[in-house]
């Protein structure tokens, strides 16, 4: 079946400007998490969903970040007021359990954002 | 929160050789992953291992959860095999969250 789905693979902005990335899970997962990989960098974890619930926002960066997932399927990732420190890859990756049980998560290909 | 330390961060092999990579953990964790990441950026599953040994092809993997590491061996490395493997694991301490290593890059020279 088909992996999880990220667009746009690509993105330029200018500073100051919103922008939204979005991801589609693997069918019949339940569990969506978001990363954020720096260049030449691990990945850092920013969020995750269970079903649409976010337990714990803590891990995004700031208040210019935000997220939701409807459906229990597609999860879009918002960047307000944009700035340069927040060029990166955004990884979304889906699991079938979520953090009480299996848990084995599939990423996609990312969104490569760069602010101008 | 828990610390994730893989070593070593960089490795040259010759093509045909083999090689151990290392992942520890501070602290007792619910799920540990290994991942690859092709040049292209890719994350590329390789094992899902809590605990215990697995094999695949020419790379298996063991964790011992009560010693706090994992290993992965990659044996007769191809260049195919160049790239950066990570290690992840899940933690619930202070509410979720799925902590990464840093790498270690590997080049596989023909």
């Known amino acids: 079946g088909a992996g999880v789905s990220q667009s746009p693979s690509n993105k330029v902005t200018e500073k100051g400007k919103d922008v939204e990335l979005r991801c589609d899970p693997i069918?019949?997962?339940?569990?969506l998490y978001w990363y954020r990989q720096s260049l030449g960098q691990g990945l850092e974890f920013l969020i995750y969903?269970?079903?649409?619930?976010?337990?714990?926002k803590s891990g995004l960066p700031s208040d210019r970040f935000s997220a939701e997932r409807t459906g229990g399927s597609v999860s879009t990732l918002t960047i307000q007021r944009t700035q340069q420190e927040d060029s990166a890859v955004y990884l979304c990756a889906s699991s079938l359990g979520g953090p009480t049980s299996y848990n084995e998560q599939f990423f996609g290909p990312g969104t490569r954002l760069t602010v101008l | 929160g828990i610390q994730v330390e893989q070593s070593p961060p960089d490795l040259i092999l010759q093509e045909g050789a083999n090689s151990t990579l290392r992942c520890n953990f501070s602290d007792s964790v619910n799920n540990l992953q290994w991942f690859h990441q092709n040049p292209w950026g890719q994350l590329i599953n390789l094992f899902y291992i809590p605990s215990g040994t697995k094999q695949n092809g020419r790379l298996s993997a063991t964790t011992v959860a009560t010693e706090r590491y994992s290993l992965l061996y990659i044996s007769s490395s191809q260049t195919t095999d160049s790239g950066v493997y990570f290690c992840?694991?899940?933690?619930?301490?202070?509410?979720?969250?799925?902590?990464f290593g840093a790498g270690t890059r590997l080049f596989v020279k023909a």
């Open positions: 069918s019949g997962h339940t569990a």
């Open positions: 992840a694991v899940d933690s619930n301490t202070g509410g979720f969250k799925t902590i």
């Open positions: 969903f269970q079903g649409n619930s976010a337990p714990d």
